[in-house]
């Protein structure tokens, strides 16, 4: 086994045991819409289908680089566009905002009241930890970009349908599932809305900016090899 199935089998079990392990699960916890209201959750199951798709294609699939020879499978395929158009962008969304509105006021993401409820390893677990376990994956890792504009379909998409399930938990239930849309009058909400929007595009083209990085130069040598044979 390699690095690479070392590193997707390790993390997909990491992430399992912790979905699964948590006082209440996402499938058992109580009030409406559950744990599945917050976007770390929706983070959480799509990383662990992400990596359960690496295993399953490091060991039945493809892995060709850019100056490999043959063809993508379709497991390597759909690895790809999942992980540029959803799998990246969105841990590394949950990531930079959790992080970065807890700097500026902790309660208006993670009240301090959640300290006792839970312990700060966990807290790490579910908002800093997939950071390392996606760039490590990018760089040993190859994975082809689809088209701009299908990844800016897929994105906006999922975009849009956690956007609209927010919305619909705050306007059937009463809750805002974070504090911050609690405090904001509705221009603000929208102006926030708005920004996060651009960051989540701006996620996107950060992801294929540093595949580039890594991978442009070989690609570019296979590419330069393949004409000069053809």
């Not at 917050?38 to 289908?49: K, R, S």
């Not at 759909?78 to 590394?92: C, E, I, K």
């Not at 102006?191 to 540093?210: K, R």
């Amino acid at each position: 086994m390699d690095i690479r199935n070392f590193l997707h089998v390790s993390t997909r079990t990491f992430t399992e045991y912790i979905v699964t392990n948590e006082t209440e699960t996402v499938f058992t916890y109580r009030g409406y819409g559950g744990k599945f209201k917050y976007l770390t959750n929706w983070n959480f199951i799509i990383q662990t289908v992400y990596f359960g798709l690496c295993v399953a294609n490091d060991l039945c699939g493809s892995n060709v680089r850019p100056s490999g020879r043959g063809e993508r499978c379709r497991l390597q395929r759909w690895r790809d566009n999942f992980l540029a158009t959803v799998v990246f962008p969105l841990g590394m969304f949950v990531v930079l905002t959790f992080w970065g509105i807890y700097a500026i006021d902790r309660e208006l993401v993670y009240p301090k009241a959640l300290d006792k409820v839970i312990p700060s390893w966990l807290n790490h677990i579910m908002h800093t930890t997939i950071l390392p376990f996606l760039l490590v994956d990018k760089f040993l890792v190859y994975h082809q970009y689809p088209s701009r504009k299908a990844g800016f379909v897929t994105i906006m998409s999922l975009a849009l349908l956690y956007l609209t399930w927010i919305l619909w938990v705050a306007y059937y239930a009463n809750i805002w599932v974070y504090p911050i849309l609690k405090v904001l009058q509705p221009h603000q909400k929208v102006v926030f809305i708005l920004a996060m929007l651009v960051l989540f595009v701006f996620l996107y083209l950060l992801g294929e900016f540093i595949n580039k990085t890594i991978w442009g130069e070989e690609r570019s040598h296979a590419q330069k090899k393949k004409k000069k044979s053809s």
